[in-house]
């Protein structure tokens, strides 16, 4: 499976859309060292934030993309509130408080220790590819 990436250009947007968002100015920091490998970004930010002793598994026996992958999955492809929220966002793809209100809302979905800057990346990556897109392409026994 070929790592998950945003291009330079979606970067590009992201960073002017979200200018003013102190966690995305973190995430596309992040992202931006990292060419835009979503797996490695995620990974350095909860290394930075979650000390060695409070981390609940290995990150070197699976990445933390992965493993968030399937809980994102399990917690918001049935969710009507974040499918509506995603969709009126790539409706206004420029609409900075539309995409920050998805953060948020994935935020307080989810049951993931996760920070709004790993929250931000989670949310570019699922409006790249589509929700629908994601939900199926992370079923269980699928790639």
């Not at 409070?54 to 990150?59: A, E, K, L, T």
């Not at 026996?61 to 009126?88: H, I, N, P, Q």
């Not at 939900?135 to 790639?143: D, I, S």
Request: proline letters at 6%; aromatic letters at 8%; glycine letters at 6%.
């Amino acid at each position: 499976m070929d790592e998950p990436k945003l291009t330079p250009a979606e970067m590009q947007h992201a960073q002017q859309l979200l200018h003013d968002y102190a966690p995305a100015r973190e995430a596309m920091a992040v992202l931006e060292h990292h060419h835009g490998n979503v797996s490695t970004s995620v990974g350095e930010l909860w290394e930075r934030e979650v000390p060695p002793e409070q981390r609940s598994f290995d990150v070197s026996r699976e990445s933390l993309w992965s493993v968030m992958r399937r809980v994102l999955r399990d917690e918001v492809c049935g969710d009507e509130g974040f499918l509506a929220k995603v969709t009126a966002y790539t409706r206004q793809p420029e609409d900075a408080a539309l995409f920050t209100g998805v953060v948020i809302y994935l935020l307080e979905l989810t049951m993931l220790p996760i920070s709004p800057a790993i929250a931000t990346i989670a949310v570019l990556y699922i409006v790249k590819v589509g929700l629908r897109v994601f939900c199926e392409y992370t079923e269980p026994g699928e790639g």
